[in-house]
């Protein structure tokens, strides 16, 4: 149980398009699904925490217009980076937890490697 | 604000040695703590979490983890090491009290078992 998954596992794409992430909870209602982005050989930083029918809450420095968060079901959450330059390229993950609480584990996507041309 | 301590960037052990992955907490008030292991190119799993209760926690594929309060620490434990144990370890803590539900992680930790 509590699988998550995300789609596309990897994509590239040209300078200035935009690009969408899924991040879907196969087997359970995910109240609050969570946005992270790590670089090679460092750790997972939070951008961003959402909750299902409610405007996402961004970490401090990440730009809530660039990285467009969508969480219109209990079950999938998107990721949009719009108008994508090469600093973008980076692995993005997204996690899902059944409620908000902080006692809660959070269940891990398999990531999505962007690569911005 | 709380904040988690992966000391080692690289642990190597012998295959069936035992193997510890360390990890330190600062944090207000009680933690939840947390690890989790990554394999090349995919997302986090989660091994085990400490919330409350007996100091040592059992969890996936034979590790365990012994939360230790006066030491502020949450050190990952194996009795012996498998070479498919070779990942990147992360240690994560979240507050007990508050509305703040965000995991904080360790820098992470490259753990080599040998054959």
């Known amino acids: 149980g509590a699988v998550v998954s995300q789609h596309p596992s990897r994509v590239i794409c040209k300078s200035g398009t935009s690009v969408k992430i899924e991040c879907r909870s196969l087997?359970?209602?995910?109240?609050?699904m969570f946005w992270y982005r790590q670089f090679p050989k460092q750790s997972l930083m939070l951008m961003a925490t959402?909750?299902?029918?409610?405007?996402?809450?961004?970490e401090q420095g990440v730009e809530k217009d660039k990285f467009l968060i969508n969480h219109a079901s209990l079950t999938l959450s998107t990721l949009t980076v719009t108008s994508a330059h090469p600093e973008d390229s980076s692995f993005y993950i997204c996690?899902?937890?059944?409620?908000?609480?902080?006692?809660?584990?959070?269940?891990f996507g398999p990531g999505t490697r962007l690569t911005v041309l | 604000a709380q904040s988690v301590a992966q000391p080692e960037d690289q642990v190597n052990v012998a295959e069936g040695n035992p193997l510890t992955v360390k990890c330190t907490y600062s944090v207000s008030g009680n933690p939840y703590l947390f690890w989790y292991v990554q394999y090349p190119n995919r997302g986090l799993q989660f091994l085990l979490k400490?919330?409350?209760?007996?100091?040592l926690v059992k969890g996936s594929y034979g590790f365990e983890a012994e939360f230790n309060k006066s030491q502020t620490s949450f050190h990952l434990k194996k009795p012996s090491a498998l070479v498919s144990d070779s990942a990147l370890y992360f240690c994560a803590v979240s507050p007990l009290s508050g509305s703040a539900r965000q995991l904080t992680f360790g820098s992470g930790t490259q753990l080599t078992v040998l054959p």
């Open positions: 996690s899902a937890s059944w409620t908000s609480g902080p006692q809660d584990t959070q269940y």
């Open positions: 959402s909750n299902e029918g409610s405007k996402a809450t961004y």
């Open positions: 087997d359970f209602q995910a109240t609050t």
């Open positions: 400490y919330i409350t209760g007996d100091n």
